[in-house]
């Protein structure tokens, strides 16, 4: 054997067991990738630590944008509902500063809670779904579900005694978003356990909560003064509430359809009688 043909065997040993060790250490984007940047390296003249960086560098990237990934999938969120689909310039300008002053996820570090009230349509839900899709992006746990749904696991999970359990589950996300509540009326029990789970993250996680009631009708929701008072005063202790006095979004958008079907129609019997 040539001195060549040694030093390839050599090399080509080197680079199956140095294979095996990254895929053992699941390691995947490195064991993936290290090949075109030792080539890199050696055609640029990279130090050992230069390449050692970069290689590093890229198995943490992939690590984040997966571990990004797992997370939206279990937030529950929908995705559609971003902030590249939803114009900012139709909120109020101080519902403007104050979700400029959100995005940064600060609020979640101090517990504090979001209230977005407003009528159907307004864009609330998918204003707060977009804000949670940022914090997931920061690396914030975050579950989303309508309360009509919460409500009803919560309920299930109280009459087969889980829901300290279910509570301890819930009680992992750093941010819960309760979509629409008092758009179902529930009964006096299933209020119960909604009040229970706002109790149990009073101070201890973010609840984040769209309704188009406003305070004054929450009796309506939790059936009793003295809990509609309480809920009222633990959400609202340390919260941030946003009020959008908006026409309906959806229905601006069929108006605009509308709008847009007629001009074409009569552009186009225009150019039929011409």
Not at 210 to 228: R, Y
Request: aromatic share 6%.
């Amino acid at each position: 054997m040539t001195a060549t043909a040694r030093g390839t065997a050599i090399k080509t040993a080197a680079a199956a067991e140095l294979t095996g060790y990254l895929r053992e250490l699941n390691l995947t984007t490195a064991c993936a990738c290290y090949a075109d940047v030792a080539r890199q390296a050696t055609q640029e003249a990279h130090s050992y630590e230069q390449f050692l960086l970069e290689l590093v560098r890229l198995e943490c990237e992939a690590r984040h944008q997966r571990r990004i990934e797992r997370l939206l999938r279990d937030s529950k969120l929908p995705l559609e509902k971003s902030f590249e689909a939803f114009d900012l310039t139709r909120l109020p300008a101080k519902v403007r500063q104050q979700v400029a002053a959100l995005r940064d996820g600060a609020f979640v570090d101090r517990r504090e809670n979001v209230l977005a009230f407003g009528k159907p349509g307004s864009g609330k839900t998918h204003l707060l779904c977009a804000l949670s899709q940022e914090l997931v992006r920061q690396g914030r746990r975050v579950l989303y579900a309508t309360c009509a749904l919460l409500v009803q696991d919560l309920l299930g999970a109280k009459r087969d005694l889980r829901l300290p359990q279910v509570l301890k589950r819930l009680g992992r996300y750093d941010v819960l978003l309760i979509d629409d509540l008092g758009y179902v009326r529930q009964d006096r029990e299933e209020m119960e356990v909604l009040f229970t789970l706002l109790a149990e993250r009073y101070e201890r996680g973010s609840v984040l909560i769209t309704s188009n009631l406003p305070f004054s009708q929450w009796e309506a929701i939790f059936k009793d003064p003295m809990t509609t008072a309480a809920a009222i005063d633990r959400l609202v202790h340390h919260s941030v509430i946003l009020e959008l006095n908006l026409p309906s979004y959806r229905m601006e958008q069929a108006k605009q359809a509308r709008q847009q079907a007629a001009s074409t129609d009569r552009t186009a019997a225009a150019a039929g009688r011409g």
